[in-house]
């Protein structure tokens, strides 16, 4: 099914029907996943350009890999920290790399909105690996497309993103994406880590993690930010594990089989304990897998889509 | 579209069915070792079909595989619309196994050729043979059929419709006009 | 050498006069003014300005000058044709340059090289040294040297402690604070926290960050007796604070930008950079609160915050732009457009906000149209419907987001110092 959008920017303007395009076509790309020889020539040809405006080993490797597996030519542009401090702008590099005559961007920056921006200085496809505080559509992707393997649907179905949500760009896109399927979202975590105006977007706030666990059906614990500027937003690490890590204890407590997910990296004995981590209700390396095949096809979709129509 | 010819009613089409189970069994030096490959998707259900077809000779259940071959075209450039990507269905290791590929209608050869990428992806079979059952001509590449049900000379403007029980309704194969 | 000016409506607050009349000026003076003056003097440069208002000049006093500092940007002549292109025989020049405007020799420096221009430029002081709230300004000495306000704008008056002592120092020469009210630590992001800024991802400032100061302010001018003008007011509440202030007898005086009273944060959707500024577009019902201010005078008069960014500076990731954008050639043709044709305010009153009261509130003298005065007028169309052009700007820079904007209302012409500059904003 062709794409209405022509890049992926974020969730918030994608169609229900796109993104159940990408799910269903996910499927056939995890079982590439699962063959021997796990590539296919479909994007020969091809020049993807991963623009890395921000250190992001995981996202960054999951791309390069949908990509090589696609059989696209890919090519890693990496700089830490802004073009500022590159002395280069933002629009010049974007336009040398153009130069060079390439397909795609897969961009990944820190500053919310850049994805955008990039679609009107370049004639690339654009696909935002992640925005600021803004986006971060393929990790909702994955994350949807995660849940719907094992639970079977989206729909109906009671979702919780758990942690930092003021800080977090996947929280923003797993919100549109799964709204727009059909499933009911709800946050948890301390006051200050919840964006003042989250309840505006249709979600409900939830300050008890045993609430938040006896209410949904799926857990989606964030990263919680060690960085000082995060951190300035709840007391301590130990006081944040004490009242919203997940934890054995506190799941047996509530008796509640709930699916646990993390877009990763964990950090352990904070927002989940160890023993969690690797516990029978989580799917953490799942999604790893299914974020290669949900992003090959991402890039299928777009690499491939035909013409101006709408 | 206007049909020009019926070429095919239902029971000419199970007596060439029958034929062609019987030329995979003899091909194959029996039904061991074999494997039935069906293109999807009405090379699926003839798949299907001869696969019925060589159990109720031979009583073996040969392995049944489905292949997508979407990942693999080469006209993602020039063609119009979006191929919709769908999943290939094989289940057990393809390595040393004799393939039977089997598709409705041999035209350009680019299908095939797409196919044989796909399997070679998936492990590395000992033989493969082509099965099909229309040959209309107009090869662009080396392939060649090995089993045939019906040689159907066609001009370029003209195309041959395979219609199945499965799919369409009905079992026929018509020759049409576009 | 003289000049005609035909078929004007004259419409002057302070003399309350709004008459069909011609001016004749003469050597920068006002000769005569009466219908149908007739010279046969082929020297005479005669305008027909018919459908045309004269009012008494009008100026901008939240204007950024960039010099000395960033030339590149804009510098005091360029400036000074901007404003003379946007309608305006005066501004206020803010000291936030570089270095800032904190020793005498800058302000006599300004005011040396705006002489030449057709615009009157009032600088104001910086309130203390370098901006950095913790030492006081040579106040005295820069009031001497022709500072008319202080301010640290871009940045609130650090401290409390400090700013007392700028009120009850500049208080001596009755030289008003004007106040960038946000507090510093609430401080430092994109655009107006709320709806809107958790759907786009941008770092945000809340609302209240600017009614705390506003409110610090109000307190501090009742308890210390000094005048204080609110910059760029842009929330509700603030709004609200500065009516219950006046309300109060309290010296306290607010100016809106025109950007703060026609748009709201649903602009940056497209995270174009020429929509950011500080204090941020705020909702729609702050845009009504500012309207409201208008209306009922807790607003005293429209500036622009003129602030000029090289393209260099504005192309770039939204995050790292730099605040601001220009204001001088777009001021007139918002507020006619938005203000009097939407019913808001009348001409006289759009004279009050643009004229006399900017003028009172910096304490220098409102100009009259009168025989024997000198010239200063505005001459402006409220009926002609034109494009904005950035590219035509006098401005060093480009960066307004009111760039293709059909506008109705239009400067055409100021005549200040012996002069008559013809308006290209409508070109």
Redesign the interface.
């Known amino acids: 099914m062709q794409l209405k959008t022509k890049h992926l920017l974020g969730l918030e303007n994608v169609s229900s029907s796109d993104i159940q395009s990408i799910l269903d076509t996910a499927v056939s790309f995890k079982q590439v996943l699962e063959r021997p020889i796990k590539k296919v020539p479909t994007l020969q040809g091809k020049t993807v350009v991963n623009l890395f405006y921000e250190n992001s080993t995981r996202t960054r490797i999951s791309f390069e890999l949908a990509e090589k597996r696609l059989s696209a030519d890919s090519v890693n542009f990496s700089v830490s920290g802004s073009s500022v401090s590159k002395g280069e702008t933002f629009k010049d590099t974007v336009r040398n790399i153009e130069a060079m005559k390439v397909d795609m961007i897969v961009v990944r920056h820190g500053s919310a909105g850049v994805p955008q921006y990039l679609t009107k200085i370049s004639d690339s496809v654009v696909i935002n690996a992640g925005d600021g505080i803004h986006e971060h559509p393929t990790q909702a992707l994955l994350d949807m497309y995660s849940i719907r393997e094992k639970l079977g649907k989206l729909e109906g179905l009671k979702v919780c993103i758990v942690g930092d949500i003021a800080h977090s760009r996947v929280a923003l896109s797993n919100i549109f994406g799964l709204q727009a399927m059909g499933a009911e979202v709800s946050v948890c975590g301390p006051a200050t880590l919840i964006p003042r105006n989250i309840g505006d977007l249709g979600v409900k706030v939830i300050h008890n993690i045993d609430e938040a666990i006896q209410e949904n059906d799926v857990l989606n614990i964030l990263r919680i930010q060690l960085e000082r500027k995060a951190r300035a937003a709840f007391p301590s690490t130990r006081e944040y594990h004490k009242y919203y890590g997940i934890t054995k204890e506190r799941m047996e407590k509530n008796k509640k089989d709930v699916l646990l997910l993390h877009p990763g990296p964990i950090n352990r004995g904070v927002e989940i304990s160890s023993e969690m981590a690797d516990g029978e209700h989580q799917i953490i390396l799942e999604q790893v897998t299914n974020g290669v095949a949900v992003r090959m096809a991402i890039l299928y979709l777009l690499g491939t889509r035909q013409g101006e129509d709408n | 579209m206007n049909i020009k010819a019926k070429i095919l009613d239902q029971e000419a089409l199970l007596r060439i069915i029958t034929r062609m189970s019987h030329e995979i069994i003899e091909k194959n030096k029996g039904p061991e070792n074999l494997i039935i490959m069906g293109l999807r998707t009405r090379g699926e259900y003839l798949a299907t079909r001869l696969r019925d077809k060589i159990l109720s000779i031979e009583n073996v259940d040969v392995p049944l595989g489905i292949l997508?071959v979407?990942?693999?075209?080469d006209d993602?450039r020039t063609?119009?619309?979006?191929p919709?990507?769908?999943?290939?269905n094989i289940t057990f290791d393809i390595t040393d196994k004799n393939i039977v590929l089997v598709d409705d209608v041999l035209y350009t050869g680019r299908t095939i050729r797409s196919a044989l990428?796909?399997i070679?992806?998936?492990?590395r079979p000992a033989t493969i043979k082509l099965c099909c059952l229309v040959d209309r001509g107009h090869r662009q590449l080396p392939i060649k059929a090995d089993i045939i049900g019906k040689n159907i000379p066609t001009s370029i403007n003209e195309e041959v419709r395979v219609k199945l029980l499965e799919h369409d309704g009905e079992d026929a194969v018509y020759l049409v006009e576009v | 050498m003289q000049t005609l000016l035909k078929n004007l409506r004259i419409i002057d607050t302070t003399l309350n006069i709004d008459q069909k009349a011609d001016i004749l000026i003469d050597n920068g003076l006002i000769e005569k003014i009466g219908t149908d003056i007739e010279v046969n003097d082929w020297n005479v440069d005669i305008h027909d300005l018919s459908g045309c208002i004269a009012a008494p000049g009008f100026i901008d006093i939240h204007v950024h000058l960039r010099e000395p500092g960033r030339e590149d940007e804009e510098t005091v002549v360029s400036g000074c044709m901007g404003a003379a292109a946007g309608g305006f025989t005066a501004i206020a020049s803010m000291p936030n340059t570089d270095p800032a405007a904190d020793a005498a020799e800058i302000i006599e420096s300004i005011i040396t090289k705006s002489e030449k221009t057709p615009v009157d430029v009032y600088p104001i002081g910086a309130a203390t040294i370098e901006r950095k709230g913790e030492v006081l300004a040579p106040i005295g000495e820069l009031v001497e040297a022709g500072a008319v306000a202080f301010s640290d704008d871009g940045v609130a008056i650090k401290t409390a402690g400090i700013l007392r002592r700028v009120m009850e120092y500049a208080s001596m020469y009755n030289a008003p604070v004007i106040e960038h009210c946000e507090d510093e630590s609430m401080a430092g992001g994109s655009m107006n926290e709320g709806f809107n800024s958790t759907r786009f991802g941008l770092t945000a400032i809340p609302p209240i960050a600017e009614e705390l100061t506003v409110a610090r302010d109000i307190m501090m001018a009742e308890y210390t007796g000094a005048k204080v003008h609110i910059a760029h007011i842009s929330t509700a509440k603030a709004v609200q604070l500065v009516r219950e202030g006046k309300a109060k007898g309290i010296k306290v005086t607010a100016e809106v930008t025109p950007h703060h009273f026609t748009l709201t944060d649903d602009s940056l959707a497209d995270y174009d950079t020429n929509f950011k500024m500080n204090p941020p577009l705020r909702t729609k019902d702050d845009v009504a609160a500012m309207i409201e201010g208008l209306r009922d005078g807790t607003i005293d008069c429209i500036a622009s915050d003129h602030a000029p960014h090289s393209i260099e500076e504005k192309e770039m990731e939204f995050e790292y732009a730099p605040n601001g954008i220009l204001g001088l050639e777009t001021t007139l043709g918002l507020t006619l457009n938005n203000l009097y044709h939407q019913g808001v305010l009348s001409i006289p009153q759009i004279v009050e906000k643009l004229v006399v009261n900017p003028r009172n509130i910096l304490g220098i003298p409102v100009p009259v149209i009168r025989e024997g005065e000198k010239a200063n007028l505005t001459i402006f169309d409220p009926e002609k419907e034109y494009k904005v052009r950035v590219a035509g700007f006098k401005s060093k820079s480009r960066n307004s987001p009111f760039d293709g904007h059909t506008l109705k209302g239009a400067p055409v012409a100021i005549f200040n110092k012996g002069k008559l500059v013809l308006s290209q904003v409508s070109g």
């Open positions: 997508d979407t990942l693999y075209r993602f063609r119009l619309k979006q919709e990507v769908s999943v290939s990428c796909a070679m992806d998936f492990g």
